[in-house]
């Protein structure tokens, strides 16, 4: 493992590093940035500057003034001072430990004048790691080198007081996991089964989003097995049901978080209760009614596929637009003899099927001399009954279809 790839950063850094030097402070580059440069990871040249220093905020503004184009300072009660060079975002933090009171949301803050200190407040010891500028010396005083070497997940203090210091980090740990193939020490893992109820301090947007960066990774597939392993997964995800079964299915279900999402819930009550559950946990509206509409699709693929070509035709467009996760979620939960094919099929020989009907409303009022109101719906709902059950239609074949169940109507009536 090696620095190389960190060359460009000290290079660009340098001027901002020599002002630091010459009012008699250090600067850091700290981060994923040093993380991902350990593993030899490409540099993203939209990286942000994330930099700790000595230098206490007002220092470090005046510092920056005349260096950056823009500054900002609301984060400046917390020690950080953002700015813009160019194209550049950066971030300038004062070393500082910080602490959650039991009951609190917001951390407590205390400036540090040592890197180290800094570091000891960090999330894990792959993170925990950073690089003075500009020559670019490796402080490391927790062995994260090593633990990325060997991929092992450590905290850099006990974990207890690390997941109290802040305890959305127990589902850090689940991400970064998964995200770079590692193993999880025990304390941590006893840790994270012990402090489970102090995410009740943790707003639920935080852990949504924590949960949105998992989902979304190559393969979360260990960071849920430690979430189901530690009781987090019932607590911040929802009830999974039989925890191997869920990861099964996870592992079946390719990389749409919201089909993953469906996976993991698919035994977890009803669609409807499953949607009640991810809007409580502050889900977006459109996810959770995405995978309620998903799991409502796959359940009744498996429980009562479809038989004939009406049925499929009416399951594939009461499922649209999640056409294509139900049938890949329906497939995880069970035998679903042809259904991949048969959609496929269905799909490239009727693509009118998803499209707008052949007459429209007021095409249907026109030809059957109708007003606004509920006939125009049941004519409506006739010519969509009557295109499941025939296949496409030409204009003139739905209206004389429409003009035919008119006059059968009326003849009812007279009747």
Known sequence: MSLNHLAPVREEARELAGRFAAGGYRIYLVGGIVRDAMLGLPLDTAFDLDLTTDAQPTAVKSIL?????????????????????????VEITTHRTERYLPDSRKPEVVFADAIEADLSRRDFTINAMAVELPDGELVDPFGGADDLRVGRLRTPLDPEETFSDD?????????????????AEPPLLAATV?????????????????????LALPDPVSGFELLIKTGLAERVVGPIGEGSWALDCLR?????????????????????????????????????????????????????????????????????????????????????????????????????????????????????????????????????????????????????????????KASERKV
Do not use: Y
């Open 167 to 183: 305890p959305l980090r127990m589902l850090r740990a689940a991400r970064f996991l998964a995200q770079f193939e590692l193993s």
């Open 252 to 408: 079946r279900v390719g990389d749409d978080p919201i089909t993953r999402m469906a996976a993991l819930l698919a035994d977890g009550g009803t669609p409807d209760e499953v949607q009640a559950i991810l809007l409580e946990r502050r889900a977006t509206t459109a996810f959770s009614r995405a995978v309620s509409a998903v799991l409502t699709a796959a359940h009744q693929a498996v429980d009562q596929p479809p038989q004939t070509l009406p049925e499929l035709r009416r399951w594939v467009v009461d499922t649209d637009p999640h056409v294509d996760k139900a049938v890949v979620l329906a497939t995880a939960l069970g035998a679903v003899n042809t259904l991949t094919a048969d959609v496929a099929a269905l799909v490239e020989t009727e693509p009118d099927l998803f499209g707008p009907p052949v007459l429209d409303g007021g095409e249907i009022m026109a030809l059957l001399g109708l007003e606004s109101g509920p006939e125009v719906g049941a004519a409506v709902n006739e010519l969509r009954r009557h295109r499941f059950n025939s296949g496409p239609l030409t204009p003139d074949e739905a209206g004389e279809h429409l003009l035919e169940w008119q006059r059968l």
């Open 65 to 89: 003034d005349g260096w950056a184009d823009t500054l900002w300072t609301q984060g400046e009660r917390f020690g950080t001072i953002g700015a813009r060079m160019g194209d550049r975002r």
């Open 194 to 214: 012990a402090m489970a109820d102090r995410l009740n301090i943790v707003a639920a947007e935080r852990i949504r989003d924590e949960l949105d960066r998992l």
